[in-house]
């Protein structure tokens, strides 16, 4: 079925506009952050002084520091623990394995105020205070399950015998899981590391629910300081940096999926 | 056959505790489920049913009473509701045409087109909504001149908020959909193409049926998130005169110590959505059963 050059040039254009309705917020906080004054209406001048405050921003910088040093925490527990559970889980009875894998699932239903909530609880009943040790705690809790529900489904699709060929052959459980099943499931686990890490770094409800005010990450920091006074520009220069480095690694991952594309095509 | 029955038993004696070590991988997560997934919910349960008079704990119905005799929860459920399915239905407006469209795009381009709808969400959420204040929140510079100009205002209208919802879930609603969009066989398409079907004929009897479980789980992607939000209507709608989101309330009433009655919403909320996702599950059963018959 051919399609028109109306009709092409149409879904073009539809395909566009919504790609640059998704943008426009963020050309303006790019915009803005090289702006003199600290207005969010009007460009009164064009300086970098907010790039050179935003390193004397202590507050930022820490809740910066924060959320990344979470998130890489984060994500390597939780990768590592959804990782070894969902090949454990594997050798389970069908009936308990269901049972485990609707719980792990609740915190990808639920809401994340409910989770939240839940968590807060907890610590309120070991009597742990809230900071830095609880939102690791909660991070962790959170994305546990979807690393075990991004793994597991590709790890159903392995054949199970390799496995025990593997101790069959002599090898001790640990090793053949680490040598047999690791590196087949590696892409399925690099997937889950990243949106581990995506979860964490842009969790706002969980954070600000199990930490209490004591410390802030960046959407915390966001909401309990900067939108209140707002006479503060720092945050769109962090933010910019952020912009700038996700669209490097937009712009590399276009240049490889060309490359393979041609090379595709020469190989046909 | 008997000695080779009584070998094989012997030699699956001999393995038994080989699984076992494999099966103990899995304590870890046990343990992460049981404190930091099954306690919660125990807890919420717990909670929900306690009224705590100084350190004395009662045994009381009182927080749901309290919940939802007054009209003031349902008031907020509806105006969550309203709000959420409004941006759903947007999203789904929008965002199934674009994820048809791109999935008729020349494959060269897709994937580079699908990472510009992934990478805003790799700005934080909460930094987004702060550029999305500027412009169209109290005093953002959109939102002054639409007032100044048409007397059209999107920050106490509601609007700026439904734009709000839409910019931040829409890529929830793209991805499942489009997914499931290019999993479709062309051969489907041919066939009804052949038999005699017009395009919109072919759309309807083939495609839509084929990407309805994209569809739903797009709708549960959105619809859930947008309910219980919090950052957005914050600060971009006039919840003061409008009506307070159901997570706005949960959150102030936490904040105040209040834990029976924020555990007892929770508990509400949890139970209403187990029963949607069930829901759509069921639907979505319908849909990949339709799609292995064929």
Known sequence: ?268 | MSTFKKSLKRHVKLKFHKPDVVKSLALPTLLVILVLIVLPMLLLLGYSFINKEGIAFKLTFNNYVVAFATSYYWDSLFVSFKYALIATLICLLIGYPFAYFLSKVHPRYQGIILLLINAPMWVNMTLRVFGLKALLGNGGIIQQFLVENFHFDVYNNGVALVIGLVYIYLPFMIIPIYTTLIKIDPAHIEAGYDLGANPFKVFQKITFPLSFSGVLSGITMVFLPTATAIVAPHYLYNWSSGGQFIGQIIEAKVNKGYYGEGSAISIFLAILITIMSLTANKFDRYATLSEGEE
């Open chain 1, 1 to 268: 079925m051919k399609v028109s050059k109306t009709t092409k040039r149409f879904r073009i254009i539809f395909l566009s506009v919504i790609i640059l309705f998704l943008y426009i917020p963020l050309f303006y906080i790019v915009i803005f952050s090289f702006n003199k004054s600290s207005s969010l209406l009007k460009m009164s001048g064009f300086s970098f002084k907010w790039y050179s405050q935003m390193f004397d921003n202590d507050q930022l910088m820490d809740a910066i520091w924060n959320t990344i040093s979470c998130a890489i925490i984060a994500t390597v527990v939780s990768t590592i623990i959804g990782t070894l559970g969902a090949i454990g889980l594997s050798k389970y009875k069908k009936n308990s394995r269901n049972i485990l894998l609707a719980a792990t699932n609740f915190p990808v239903l639920n809401p994340d105020i409910v989770t939240a909530i839940g968590l807060l609880l907890v610590f309120l009943l070991f009597n742990i205070k809230g900071g830095y040790f609880t939102m690791i705690l909660a991070h962790i809790s959170f994305c546990t399950p979807f690393v075990i529900i991004t793994i597991y489904p590709k790890l159903k699709t392995l054949d199970s015998n390799t496995l025990e060929a593997a101790m069959d052959l002599g090898a001790k459980p640990l090793n053949a899981v680490v040598r047999v099943l690791i590196p087949q499931l590696k892409s399925a686990i690099f997937a889950a590391a990243s949106m581990a890490f995506t979860m964490s770094f842009d969790d706002f409800v969980i954070t600000y629910f199990v930490t209490g005010a004591s410390i802030n990450n960046i959407s915390t920091y966001l909401y309990t300081v900067v939108l209140r006074k707002t006479k503060d520009l720092t945050v769109n220069a962090f933010s910019t940096i952020l912009i700038i480095f996700i669209v490097i690694i937009v712009i590399i991952r276009f240049i490889i999926d060309q490359q393979k594309y041609k090379s595709k095509k020469i190989k046909n």
